[in-house]
Nanobody, 126 residues
Framework: QVQLVESGGGSVQPGGSLTLSCAASGVNLATLTIGWFRQRPGGEREGVACIDGRTASTYYAASVKGRFTISRDNSKNAVTLQMNGLKTDDTGMYYC???????????????????WGPGTQVTVSS
């Protein structure tokens, strides 16, 4: 069974850092295009970062560019999202999913697996 499970969320103060992990079972993430998404309280799910499975090129939404870094950890069959300089606006539930970066960057939110993982909660507050 193919499954992605997010972890690493938590509560931090503004300016803090967290590292989220997207771990896979039943599939090798090394060559998949993976996106990180978030759903802020009262908002729609949105894409924030993506890493291409073929070229390793990355994309970041304007709201997180320069603060978040997406990368692969092939030894753990995972994709990580390093989040620095966290702001209160970053609060939300974070999810990972396979989606072409070209779709994510224009606001299409979907997962090629047909269902979403449980997500991991990120709370930024003072």
């Amino acid at each position: 069974q193919v499954q992605l499970v997010e972890s690493g969320g938590g509560s931090v103060q503004p300016g803090g850092s967290l590292t989220l992990s997207c771990a896979a079972s039943g599939v090798n993430l090394a060559t998949l295009t993976i996106g990180w998404f978030r759903q802020r309280p009262g908002g729609e799910r949105e894409g924030v970062a993506c890493i291409d499975g073929r070229t390793a090129s990355t994309y970041y939404a304007a709201s997180v560019k320069g603060r978040f870094t997406i990368s692969r950890d092939n030894s753990k069959n995972a994709v990580t999202l390093q989040m620095n300089g966290l702001k209160t606006d970053d609060t939300g539930m974070y999810y990972c999913a396979p989606e072409p970066c070209d779709q994510l960057r224009v606001g299409i939110v979907e997962t090629a697996f047909g269902s979403w993982g449980p997500g991991t909660q990120v709370t930024v507050s003072s």
